[in-house]
């Protein structure tokens, strides 16, 4: 069955350290990819998205994700964490472009430690 | 990016009372809208799928008697609790679709329902 997994519900970082959250996906075809973050009581926001093409995608707030076929994976990096990073990260894929029937994943809330 | 609104943001209801949640795309029309819940500390759960113009398609499990999903035009879809219990309350968002084909949603602000 199609599924995406977000290792860690729970990521905690120092303020300055490298953030890496996870996510994995479980298809025979590549869906198409996307972050989200969610602040208390908001909806989601995008950060980033793969589609097709160039497999390492730049979002905002400096995040960056790559797109790893072989791994099957679509980890969020960002290089230096900032206080304001905290907050609740969906890995979300979309099987069947066409659909807009989202599966998402569990989250991972992320904290930052001063 | 585009805008998707919801409204009310919180709400407090009681118990056997009707609460209607709006959500609305301020900037394109929206052909497909979806409505999530949220549960605390959970991903978000598809509950349904809403058309302009017409009936809503529900999940399994849904009770499309329960939450009446309503998309009368390109920029609205409502989504009606009826007969409200405390296990309904919950985190409410909606979402919409440009017509971008690389899918993007775009999504409300949800709105937290409690019922008492």
């Known amino acids: 069955a199609q599924s995406v997994t977000q290792l860690g519900s729970h990521v905690s970082v120092s303020e300055g350290a490298l953030v890496l959250l996870r996510c994995n996906y479980s298809s025979s075809v590549p869906p198409y990819l996307f972050w989200y973050v969610q602040y208390p009581n908001q909806g989601l926001q995008l950060l980033l998205k793969y589609t097709t093409g160039a497999t390492l995608v730049k979002g905002i707030n400096g995040f960056e994700a790559e797109f790893k076929k072989s791994e099957t994976s679509f980890h969020l990096t960002k290089p230096s964490a900032h206080m304001s990073d905290a907050a609740e990260y969906f890995c979300a894929a979309l099987f069947r472009p066409g659909t807009y029937k989202y599966i998402f994943g569990t989250g991972t809330r992320l904290k930052v430690l001063a | ?116």
Not at chain 2, 41 to 47: A, G, Q
Not at chain 2, 86 to 95: A, G, K, L, R, T
């Open chain 2, 1 to 116: 990016g585009a805008v998707v609104s919801q409204h009310p943001s919180r709400v407090i209801c009681k118990s056997g009372t009707s609460v209607k949640i709006e959500c609305r795309s301020l900037d394109f029309q929206a052909t497909t809208m979806f409505w999530y819940r949220q549960f605390p500390k959970k991903s978000l759960m598809l509950m349904a799928t809403s058309n302009e113009g017409s009936k809503a398609t529900y999940e399994q499990g849904v009770e499309k008697d329960k939450f009446l999903i309503n998309h009368a035009s390109l920029t609205l879809s409502t989504l009606t609790v009826t007969s409200a219990h405390p296990e309904d309350s919950s985190f409410y968002i909606c979402s919409a679709w440009t017509g971008n084909p690389t899918g993007e949603l775009f999504f409300g602000e949800g709105s937290r329902l409690t019922v008492l």
